[in-house]
C-alpha cells in the first residue's frame, strides 16, 4: 500500500477495531499516558482557566515522565555493556526533552503567577506553549544525528512520549499480559498521530518514504489485532512494534521541526538582504557627500546586494548564499568606516584650527604682539581659512596649514621663561 499526496489511505487499510477479551481494565504504566493537549494556538491569547487546566496536567505528566526516566536508568544497571552503551545516549536525549520541557513549564507557571492573568499574560502563556523551545539559549535541544533542533512545547512533549515508550520497551520495562490492551490502544493511538502527520511532509520522496513506513507498521499492527483477538500471546511482538513506531513519529517531528527552521532561515536572510541593501543605498550617499567634501576623497567599491540574486530555497544552496552575503556586509563596514574616517577627518581638521583661533583671540586680548608677528598671524590665518573653505577641502593641505597655525599660536604666546627659575 502506498499514500500520495495529502490523501490518508482507505479505512479498509486501517487495522480492525479490537476488543479486549477480558473484562476488567489492564493496569498501566505511564508509557499510556499521554502528554496533555495544549490550549489555543500561536499568538491566540489563552485564558486563565484553560491555562490553570493545562498546567496542571502538565506538572502532572513532568513528574511521571520524570519517574519513568528514573526507572529506565534504574533498569540499564542490571543489562550488559555493549546493551547500556546502546539506550544510553537515547536516555541522555529524554532527558534533555524533559530537562528543556520542565523548565519551560516552571516559566509558564511564573506567567500564570497563580491566575493572575491580563492580556499580556496571555498572550505570553500563548508563545511560552506554542514558541520554539529553543528561542531561549538555556533550553538547546539536540539528537545525536541531526544536532540542534527546534520544537514547540507540544511537540517535544508527544516526542518524550515516543522516546519512553521506547526506551522502555528496550529496557525490558514493557507491561506483562495484562497489559497488552492498553498498549495496543496505545499503539493505535500512536499510528493515528503518525498518519495526520504524513500529509504535511512535502511532496515527494520524503511523503512517499514515509507513507510506505506507516503503511508496514499499519499491516503490523493490524496483524497484533488479530493475534490478540484470536487470543495469542503478543507480548513479544509489541515492544518491536512500539519502537518502530515511535521511531517514525520522531523521524516526521525532527523532519518537521528541520523544515521550520529552514523556513526561518530562509525568512532571516531575506530580512538581512533588505536591510543590507537598505545600507548600502546609506553608504553611496555618504559616498557622494565625501567626495563633494574632501580632496583626495576615498574610492571603494560598494557591493550591489540585489545581484547576488534571489534567496535559494534549498538549504545547500542556502549555506552558499549566506556565504556570500557575510563578504557583502565587510565590505559594506569597510566602505562605511573609510567614508565616516574621511569626513571625520575634516571635521577634526575645522574644529582646531577654530579652537587654535579662539585661543589666539583669547590671549591677544591679554597681550597683543607687536605689528610684525601679527601680519605673520593674519596671514597665516587668511591661508588657512582660504583653503578651509574651499570644496572639496583639500584634506593634507589644510592639516598642515592647521599645524602651522596652532605652532607659531604657540611660539608667540607662550609667556617668556624667567632666567633665575631656569637656573635653579
Not at 500561536?42 to 502538565?58: F, I, R
Not at 538581512?272 to 555618504?286: H, K, N, T
Amino acid at each position: 500500500m502506498t499514500l500520495s499526496g495529502a490523501v490518508p489511505p482507505p479505512p479498509s487499510s486501517r487495522p480492525p477495531e479490537w476488543t479486549p477479551p477480558s473484562a476488567g481494565p489492564a493496569g498501566t504504566r505511564s508509557g499510556g499516558s499521554a502528554a496533555p493537549a495544549a490550549p489555543g494556538g500561536l499568538g491566540v491569547p489563552v485564558p486563565a482557566a484553560e491555562a490553570q487546566t493545562y498546567l496542571t496536567a502538565l506538572r502532572q505528566w513532568v513528574a511521571q515522565r520524570r519517574a519513568d526516566l528514573s526507572e529506565v536508568d534504574s533498569a540499564i544497571l542490571r543489562l550488559s555493556s555493549a546493551e547500556q552503551t546502546a539506550i544510553t545516549t537515547d536516555l541522555t536525549v529524554a532527558l534533555t526533552f524533559w530537562k528543556a520541557i520542565n523548565d519551560r513549564l516552571t516559566l509558564l507557571e511564573t506567567t500564570f503567577d497563580g491566575g493572575r492573568v491580563g492580556a499580556k499574560e496571555a498572550e505570553r502563556l500563548s508563545t511560552l506553549i506554542h514558541g520554539r523551545l529553543d528561542s531561549n539559549t538555556t533550553e538547546h535541544l539536540s539528537l545525536p544525528a541531526t544536532g540542534s533542533l527546534a520544537v514547540s512545547l507540544p511537540e517535544a512533549c508527544r516526542l518524550l512520549d515516543s522516546l519512553t515508550r521506547t526506551l522502555q520497551a528496550r529496557a525490558s520495562l514493557a507491561p506483562g499480559a495484562a497489559e497488552a490492551t492498553q498498549r495496543i490502544t496505545v499503539l493505535r493511538a500512536g499510528a493515528e498521530r503518525v498518519r495526520d502527520q504524513v500529509p504535511l511532509v512535502p511532496a515527494g520522496p520524503d511523503r512517499d518514504d514515509a507513507a510506505e513506513r506507516l503503511a508496514r507498521l499499519d499491516r503490523r499492527v493490524g496483524d497484533l489485532v488479530e493475534r490478540a483477538r484470536r487470543g495469542a500471546d503478543v507480548g513479544g511482538l509489541i515492544g518491536p512494534l512500539e519502537i518502530d513506531l515511535a521511531v517514525l513519529e520522531r523521524d516526521l517531528i525532527v523532519a518537521a521541526a528541520e523544515r521550520a527552521n529552514a523556513a526561518q532561515d530562509r525568512a532571516d536572510t531575506r530580512q538581512q538582504v533588505e536591510e543590507l541593501d537598505a545600507r548600502a543605498e546609506a553608504i553611496r550617499s555618504l559616498e557622494r557627500r565625501c567626495i563633494a567634501a574632501v580632496t583626495p576623497a576615498p574610492h571603494l567599491a560598494i557591493p550591489n546586494v540585489r545581484a547576488l540574486g534571489p534567496v535559494p530555497g534549498e538549504a545547500a544552496g542556502l549555506a552558499g548564499y549566506r556565504q556570500r552575503l557575510d563578504r557583502v556586509a565587510r565590505a559594506l563596514d569597510l566602505a562605511h568606516e573609510t567614508y565616516a574616517a574621511a569626513l571625520a577627518e575634516r571635521d577634526e581638521i575645522i574644529g582646531l584650527a577654530g579652537a587654535v583661533g579662539a585661543m589666539l583671540e583669547a590671549r591677544l586680548a591679554a597681550h597683543p604682539p607687536d605689528d610684525e608677528v601679527q601680519d605673520d598671524l593674519e596671514a597665516i590665518r587668511s591661508r588657512l581659512e582660504a583653503v578651509l573653505g574651499r570644496t572639496p577641502m583639500p584634506t593634507t593641505r589644510a592639516r598642515a596649514l592647521a599645524a602651522a597655525f596652532q605652532s607659531y599660536v604657540d611660539s608667540v604666546t607662550r609667556p617668556p621663561s624667567r632666567p633665575g627659575r631656569a637656573q635653579q
